[in-house]
């Protein structure tokens, strides 16, 4: 398969390199879209040494949506089927510590234990590539009407939807706009009743009205459903 793959802090290529192959409770996935996060600009730069990524060769990339084309031993008793469209997320985690049982995986407390956990695109092999591996528990199902550039914006999406349920933002509010000029820029902005959130990167100004789209779509929906 192709991949993006990185040799040293910001050298990078496209090369041919082996796909790889689902272990128990994986599936490999054809990846049909992927976005560049703030992370992965900084991880390519070499901004975190000899921790994301631990070394070199390194395939970055963990906001990507797709489709399962194999299962690895145990993933059909899960639920997972060749075909099924899913999105996937960086953390998988342990499932046993009390973070992890709380729901709350992303601070589970083995991380860095990658016999127990792995960050995809971070300390383990990730999706700026045409295939990737995931464990069950980092594939989500995608609905039929999400698309996979939509997809590829729930793990993004999500934090930011995070962020509003923290402050207790809902539809037809009155908010402040959070302004950082070193990162993307998060705003919410009150339309009428609704409440959009509306990103810019002032690094990157020809991406934003794509990326503003797809955003406003996915959680404008999800605040919809929420009423
Ligand atoms: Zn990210
Ligand atoms: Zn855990």
């Known amino acids: 398969m192709k991949a993006l793959v ?15 192959a689902p272990g128990r409770h994986e599936v490999l996935c054809r990846v049909r879209a992927v976005t560049i996060c703030g992370t992965d600009a900084h991880l390519v730069a070499g901004d975190y040494p000899g921790f ?16 399962v084309v194999e299962l690895g031993e145990g993933s059909a008793a899960l639920g997972l089927a060749v075909g099924d469209r899913v999105a996937g997320t960086s953390h998988d985690a342990c499932g046993f510590c009390q973070k ?3 729901g709350r995986y992303n601070l589970c ?7 127990v956990h792995r960050q995809y695109g971070h300390n383990w092999q990730g999706a700026y590539a045409e295939y990737v591996v995931h464990g069950v528990k ?15 914006m729930l793990d993004p999406a999500s934090i930011a939807l995070h962020t509003a349920n923290r402050g207790g933002i809902r539809p037809g509010d ?34 934003v009205p794509a990326a503003e789209l797809v955003i406003q779509g996915v959680v404008v929906s999800v605040l919809r459903r929420c009423r």
């Open 52 to 67: 994301w990524p631990p070394e070199y060769p390194f395939i970055p990339g963990h906001e990507w949506a797709g489709e």
């Open 6 to 20: 990185l040799t040293a802090p910001n050298e990078f290529s496209i090369r041919d390199v082996p796909t790889p």
């Open 174 to 207: 009155v908010v402040a706009a959070l302004i950082d000029n070193e990162s993307t820029l998060k705003t919410f902005v009150k339309e009428g009743r609704k409440t959009y959130l509306r990103a810019e990167n002032p690094k990157y100004p020809d991406l």
């Open 100 to 102: 992890c049982v709380e």
């Open 109 to 115: 407390e083995n991380y860095g234990n990658l016999d």
């Open 138 to 152: 980092a594939v989500f199902p995608l609905p039929d009407e999400l698309s996979f550039a939509e997809g590829a």
